[in-house]
């Protein structure tokens, strides 16, 4: 169970290294002005986070074996390597965080406009009334124009009779209603694209807060919601961050050497304890400790049967 729960912290660990790099690797390629330069911000991004994962396991084995100017040395480098990191999340943070904001602030600046265009479109419709389509007043008006009075009139430009005026009068009042029918559709057209653009604007998030988490928190902490939202950008990335730097030590601190004792060996069966040096002895005196001793008992040694 123990070993399970060591391998999930440090798979854990892993993926926060990962974060944490990418994160910082996007961060510093942003920065870049050329590709090369890119490629080597991201690629020293990448080692540092490497390092500041690593640092803390190397350090706590530098303290076991004593070497205080390894340690000394590798405590400030770590806290330099952190700092690094950490503004690179912190700008990746605010980054993405901040763009997101933007484009909801702008959507819903959008769908302001657009419900406003939508109001005065509907006001203009209203204006029209009742209209037929304009394809069947294009029918009509093809009609007129093959009636005799159109020919006598010369597509009424020259309405000399009272037929003619009549018959003109008629087909400019069809093509006035012709042109009406037109715009009303048109008008009718756009106000159903304005109403798909505002329905397409209020699923991306047009309309309400630009950061729920941050006004839901500034509500209850009775702040403002921008300090609550770079509060929130500085904790995700202090979090990634603290997570990818000591993830794998919280995850392997607890392997330790094996604890014995210093001067046993461990045999077949048998454990031999090496003894000290004997510095007063005299004849015939018994000792407790000789230079090596079988700590096992010895096999019991079987008469033999005599025979007889």
Known sequence: ???????????AALTLIVASGLMNYAFMTSLG???AEQQILGAVSLAVSTLLALLPILLLWAYRERRVLYVMLGVPVFLAFAAFSLSSAVGFAAKSRGSLSEERALATARLATVKHEIAETEARLAGFGA?????????????LEQDRRWQSSNACEVATTNASRLFCKSYFDLKGE???STEAERLEAHL?????????????????EADNQAAVLARFLGSDAAKVER????FLAMLVEIGAALGLYFATGHLRPQAGRPHAQSGRGATIIDGGVLKAWTPGTPTRATA???STALPRRVPRLSQG
């Open 178 to 180: 012709a042109a009406r």
């Open 231 to 234: 509060g929130l950008m500085l």
């Open 131 to 143: 209209f037929k389509p304009a394809s069947v007043l294009t029918e009509a008006l093809r009609g």
């Open 1 to 11: 169970m123990r070993f399970l729960v060591m391998v999930v912290s440090a798979s």
């Open 292 to 294: 090596k001793q079988i």
């Open 33 to 35: 002005k050329s590709e």
């Open 192 to 208: 159903a694209e304005l109403k798909r653009e505002a329905v397409h604007l209020e699923e991306q998030g047009a309309g309400r």
